[in-house]
């Protein structure tokens, strides 16, 4: 046994409520062994109290498996995000934003980001019927698969404020950040876990949001680095769930929702997309993928159901020339359910 060989055996040891290990969610701070004493320190942020106990017990029935340990040192320092810290990083990394919103879905292809831009769209449009005009940012955090750019109808290299500050680009007066603004249209990310960790962290300090009412958040599917990375770095007044009908994406779904649930984030509600199709001759719905799947999940997970986006040639055609339906076509089926989706997500937020 040595110091190499024990960190290797800590990727054993899952983050609760993940299927992800430690070592690669980049929360093993130290892990030394010398002469026959293991110590391993954990560094995380947390609001759940009973993480620290659950992970030092992982560890610790870990390392009892390797007969060559005798003796074991084993701490958990969490630094927890109490109203005080919030408000640090609140001064220190996002000043000036309100509220933080992740929209999440558990699968790919449900149209998470399509909604996404349309979702920062009519909350900016709700904004002037009131006193004062909502400012909105949307940050995309789909690494590997960056589209708020496309989207947005947004592709110019953002501005260098400084050495280590960007000016986000504006687009239908939303502020957008996406790594797919950083890279060449060609060029694929191929990173490992902790450099997305790294880019979603720089997102939220080292771009100039300025006044936002809402920022948000595009997630990457599924429940991995980047799901964490923003649960950890960023104090989230709650998630969107994004799915469509069909039951492989309901399941997916609710699976993905329950990870919220572990780093404590408040689930606002559920979105179902591409819901039907309707027959522009009388009006009729046809429910190509099935129906009911997202009040299904929304009772799955005691939360609201937001309602119902229809499948809808004029939210594809806006998507590829980069304006959303929202502002190509207001008076559509589809930009009416998300103005009303947004609205009931005001009203979440409010209460909440």
Same mark, same amino acid.
């Given at each position: ?13 899952? &983050? ?16 030394? &062994? ?64 309100? !509220? ?24 900016? !449009? ?16 789909? #690494?590997? =698969? ?9 592709? +110019? ?71 964490? %990375? ?8 709650? %998630? #969107? ?12 779904? !609710?699976?993905?929702? !329950?990870? *919220? ?14 819901? &039907? ?11 190509? *993928?099935?129906? =009911?799947?997202?009040?299904? +999940? ?29 502002? %190509? ?21 409010? +209460?909440?």
């Amino acid at each position: 046994m040595n110091s190499a060989q024990l960190l290797d055996s800590l990727k054993s040891v899952n &983050y609760p409520g993940f299927s992800r290990d430690i070592v690669s969610f980049g929360l093993v701070n130290e892990a030394i &062994y010398k002469e026959g004493k293991a110590i391993v320190k954990i560094e995380l942020t947390s609001s759940d109290p009973q993480l620290p106990t659950l992970l030092k017990t992982q560890i610790e029935a870990n390392l009892n498996q390797h007969s060559e340990i005798s003796e074991k040192e084993i701490s958990v320092i969490v630094k927890k995000q109490t109203s005080s810290s919030s408000e640090e990083t609140n001064d220190s990394k996002i000043a000036g934003i309100k !509220r933080i919103i992740a929209i999440a879905s558990g699968k790919g292809g449900v149209g998470k980001s399509t909604l996404t831009a349309n979702l920062g769209c009519a909350l900016s !449009r709700l904004g002037e019927n009131l006193p004062e005009p909502l400012k909105v940012g949307l940050m995309d955090c789909d #690494v590997y =698969g960056p589209s708020i750019p496309l989207l947005m109808g947004s592709n +110019v290299r953002p501005q260098l404020l400084g050495e280590n500050l960007l000016a986000p680009n504006e687009s239908f007066g939303i502020k957008l950040m996406s790594m797919g603004l950083l890279i060449d249209d060609d060029s694929p990310v191929v990173w490992r876990g902790p450099m997305v960790m790294k880019t979603i962290q720089q997102f939220a300090s080292n771009v100039e949001w300025g006044e936002l009412d809402y920022l948000l958040i595009d997630l990457p599917p599924g429940t991995g680095d980047a799901q964490l %990375s923003l649960a950890q770095t960023l104090p989230l007044d709650g %998630s #969107v769930i994004v799915t469509t009908p069909q039951k492989a994406a309901v399941d997916v779904a !609710r699976r993905g929702a !329950r990870m *919220f649930e572990k780093v404590n984030v408040p689930i606002l509600g559920v979105v179902e997309n591409m819901s &039907y199709l309707e027959n522009p001759e009388d009006g009729g719905k046809n429910f190509l *993928f099935g129906k =009911g799947g997202g009040e299904q +999940v929304a009772r799955d997970l005691e939360t609201q159901f937001l309602g119902m986006v229809p499948l809808n040639k004029e939210v594809r055609e806006g998507g590829d020339h980069g304006i959303p339906v929202v502002i %190509s076509n207001p008076e559509c089926n589809s930009s009416a359910s998300l103005i009303e989706i947004a609205s009931k997500l005001m009203d979440a937020l409010k +209460v909440n």
